[in-house]
């Protein structure tokens, strides 16, 4: 079995498996793990990783549309020095910027540097990918490409801009905007065309992209050409936006309400996920 | 720094470090993560992993008093197969036995196999470690030393009977029964000498352990002496059964009330942690 695989056997045997976070009761609530060899680049500051770390699960409680009210982490590593400080600091800032609470963990002896994230939310009409109706506006919020961007400049040398370029701002206020008029919503870490299908799977529809991408400007710095900044723009990941369907009518309004900018780039059609008509391979971020 | 240094170093900086779970709200959210070398000796299924694991964080619920809501799982190993179902299983049905709903989590590639657990309660009288006071009565659940003769059935290659001992019940029906009137909480799955000691600097006192320890069964299975015995269940850990404090009055209607065994072992004192008036070491299971 691979990552997709084991997850449906899965999905059929825990009820609340399949979306960005599980919902109990009013509470929200998800966990992920990172290590050291696939998700830290050589040159992420320890800061940054507790940053990036908690904000990953504090981006899954903005896909639900939900309050972020809570963090937890477990760091494990050879030893405990002032990395882990740095750690908790990273991860606490990445809480006081959406309005959680970041209240410890657990620390744990690992060879390879790991970290399990926990993140709690609260809603009373969480926002599941399932609920996407043909002919309603697909939008995504902020830009896409930061992350490959970043990593491009971590290859560099270039530690500095691309650590500032990791630390990115979960889309809480953003997904609470959104969710009283969103009918489908999740977040897009495993880049925006795995995640096309990933809606379109779960919502039982297609998805037509017909406008251009809002690439982030720091791609122009790693990538040449418009081909290449689209390429990573839509198969890369780990730009932990929001991705969500809005009836046109809603649209206008939401653009003045939310704190970042959202931008339409495509309509829930029947069938197919597609580009300018043409197939959109699923085709992104999995890991095994 | 060991584990215990870097403890106190992020005490300072998170408020709500400390507690067996952080206190959210009318919510209590708890971590923790387990890996093969460390934890998992040869021969546990991958069912009693998922059901030990999972166990592990909901007895941290428990230990706050609270109602056990719903727990998560990060499943890291090499592939996903038939393992990572049996520990589904074994997670579902821990979660099952407490009244808690098991709500999936995530997958993630790892060379060694490592899970990371969280576990989330519901109380609005939450019990800590800092509350015992002078003269009250000190006492555990069940009884002590189930794992440590479990992980000499492994080693002797007694798999079924020990996989059997390392299915715990975590406490969540006895810490409910007992918050109402328990001044002090903590599990003990760093050992009972530990714990003391953890309960006696959290509230300022000291602790003196007068009576005989409440072993389990299974201990004699695996040790001759009766001293022996006695160190195995007073230094080994990793029992997740609930150490609390209480006034001498409520205790009697108590051990009516409790669905498991309260035996009282000892008195809050002004100062030191002793067993029959010998300083007891501070030594039991520390990671790092």
Redesign the interface.
Known sequence: ???R???E??GE??????DDC?V??E?V???????EK?DFPAGVTKYTAGWRAVGASLSDVAAMGAEA??A???Y?AP???DD??AF??GA?DVCERVGA????????????F?V?T?A?GRTTNPVFRSGASVGEAVCVTGTLGRSAAALRLFEAGETERANELFQFTPRVAAGRAIAPVASAMMDISDGLARSLHQMADASDCGISVTESLPIDESVAEVAGDERERRELGTFFGEDFELLFTVSEADLGALAEKSSVPVTRIGTVVEEGVTRDGEALPDRGYT??
């Open positions: 079995m691979d990552e695989a084991a997850l056997a899965l045997r825990v009820d609340a498996a399949g599980a109990v009761g509470s609530l998800t966990t992920d793990m990172l290590h696939t009210r809570a937890l982490a477990v494990a030893e405990f020095d882990l400080l908790v600091d606490h609470e970041y209240v410890g963990g657990d620390l744990d002896t690992h060879e390879e790991t399990a926990t709690m890991h095994g």
